[in-house]
């Protein structure tokens, strides 16, 4: 079983930022594409941002472009989320996949999973 730890959540006022981080302990993730989900309360777990193993190509949600970063340092076994200039709308548990393929499709169901970490943002 893969187990995937994220961290870096917290409570920020709107226009603030937090970086999430990523890790596999005890796993080297070069190999898989790495994504980033939020779930709000009442709503369905959506799709932030992601990116290729190789981590040339990444991906963003409409709602996020211009505001989050993904980036991954494979030598730390790390991924990240820069988010700046954050809304309201963007309080939610925030989850790490890892995705075998390494294509980090938005689209696709993403092997394993992190237990979340809560951002809010109070306006």
């Known amino acids: 079983q893969v187990r995937l730890v994220e961290s870096g959540g917290g409570v920020v006022q709107a226009g603030g930022s937090l970086r999430l981080s990523c890790t596999i302990p005890?796993?080297?993730?070069?190999?898989?594409?790495m994504g980033w989900f939020r779930q709000a309360p009442g709503r369905a777990r959506e799709f932030v941002s992601s990116?290729?193993?190789?981590?040339?190509?990444?991906y963003y949600a409409d709602s996020v472009k211009g505001r989050f970063t993904i980036s991954k340092d494979n030598g730390k076994n790390t991924v990240y989320l820069q988010m700046n200039s954050l809304k309201p709308e963007d309080t939610a548990v925030y989850f790490c996949?890892?995705?075998?393929?390494?294509?980090?499709?938005?689209?696709?169901?993403?092997?394993?999973w992190g237990q979340g970490t809560q951002v809010t943002v109070s306006s």
């Open positions: 990116i290729t193993w190789t981590g040339d190509k990444t």
């Open positions: 005890g796993r080297t993730f070069s190999s898989y594409g």
């Open positions: 996949a890892a995705d075998k393929t390494g294509w980090a499709n938005p689209h696709y169901e993403y092997d394993y």
